[in-house]
């Protein structure tokens, strides 16, 4: 969160009483100065020195209070990016509602900061806020984005370009009315963990640049109308646990390069139009926990190596063409 307001320290009566006693019976005072003169103190300059020091602490409580708007202005980028994407809000949501340069935008609803200037927003939490609109690419400009969840809201069109997006971690922006990807929409998004764009209106293929975020361990493209095939370049994300493609229209052979993903534990295919055999390498997936593949098209003997997948609880495969023995 951003800076809190000061609290101005509280004077008793009883010292201010005496401050005031001491300076008016202050004997008058004198010292020796190079030259053997000698300076007359008055008994009035305590008194303004107490008031210099009045004035100094009322302009440092005037500072602290206007904090917030001073830090506005030193931090015009968050501020800007934030007031673009409530501009690409089509409806009046009561989320949005002290969205303005009043305050600073670090108290605003769904924004939090950082902790020590220059503040920066690191979450925006909007979920289920009733939001109607589209994405707009100046997000992209919260380079100290850590999280960023928009799901459950009434966005459409396209996600932009957010290359800017270095340090954020999870991006859900999953059962809204989405209906396309940019293909370098994440494309420059190296610390990305976890994405959910599930249950949207999605068309076009996955974004193969999506294989080349390493830290991806969560990737969720259920219930959309994604066509292609599965991404090869997937093969190549050696921290992802959970693969989620159930219920598109995704194509094409099972992806020889799905057996490099040995921290693999949920792959669900389900519900699309995916043919061929299932390979042999299946069985590299020796912490896989889940393995959906039913309402497919697959056919062939199941691999043998289906044996070696001994964490294996959940297992669908109907609605397919398989064919010979149960491994």
């Given at each position: 969160m951003g800076p809190q307001p000061a609290e101005h320290p509280t004077h008793s009566s009883h010292t201010t009483t005496?401050?005031?006693?001491?300076?008016?019976?202050?004997?008058?005072?004198?010292?020796?100065?190079?030259?053997?003169?000698?300076v007359m103190r008055s008994p009035k300059q305590p008194a303004k020195l107490a008031m210099l020091l009045l004035l100094a602490f009322l302009l440092l409580c005037d500072e602290v209070g206007n904090v917030h708007g001073k830090t506005i202005h030193e931090n015009s980028v968050d501020l800007h990016a934030l007031l673009d994407f409530k501009k690409g809000i089509t409806n009046d949501p009561p989320a949005l509602s002290?969205?303005?340069?009043?305050?600073?935008?670090?108290?605003?609803?769904?924004v939090h900061c950082t902790t020590t200037r220059p503040f920066r927003i690191s979450s925006l939490n909007l979920t289920g806020q009733n939001l109607q609109g589209?994405?707009?690419?100046?997000?992209?400009?919260?380079?100290?984005l850590n999280q960023l969840d928009l799901s459950y809201n009434s966005l459409f069109g396209t996600i932009p370009i957010l290359n800017h997006l270095q340090q954020v971690q999870n991006f859900y922006v999953n059962n809204n009315n989405l209906t396309g990807i940019n293909p370098d929409a994440l494309s420059n998004c190296s610390s990305l963990v976890s994405l959910d764009f599930s249950s949207n209106l999605l068309v076009g293929i996955i974004p193969p640049k999506l294989g080349f975020l390493l830290n991806l361990e969560y990737i969720n493209f259920k219930s959309n109308k994604l066509e292609g095939s599965v991404p090869d370049?997937?093969?190549?994300?050696?921290?992802?646990?959970?693969?989620?493609?159930?219920?598109?229209?995704?194509?094409?052979?099972?992806?020889?390069?799905?057996?490099?993903?040995?921290?693999?534990?949920?792959?669900?295919?389900t519900g699309n139009n995916l043919s061929g055999e299932v390979p042999q390498s299946i069985g590299k997936l020796t912490q896989l926990i889940e393995l959906s593949l039913g309402n497919n098209k697959f056919e062939g003997p199941l691999p043998l190596s289906l044996g070696q997948l001994t964490q294996l609880t959940r297992l669908f495969l109907g609605n397919n063409k398989f064919e010979?023995?149960?491994?």
């Open positions: 005496t401050r005031q006693t001491h300076a008016e019976t202050a004997p008058v005072l004198s010292c020796c100065v190079p030259g053997g003169a000698e002290n969205w303005n340069t009043t305050i600073h935008f670090c108290l605003w609803n769904g589209h994405i707009t690419s100046s997000l992209g400009n919260l380079s100290f370049e997937f093969g190549k994300l050696p921290k992802l646990q959970q693969l989620l493609l159930a219920d598109n229209r995704l194509s094409g052979e099972f992806p020889q390069s799905i057996g490099n993903l040995t921290s693999l534990k949920n792959l669900v295919l010979g023995p149960i491994p």
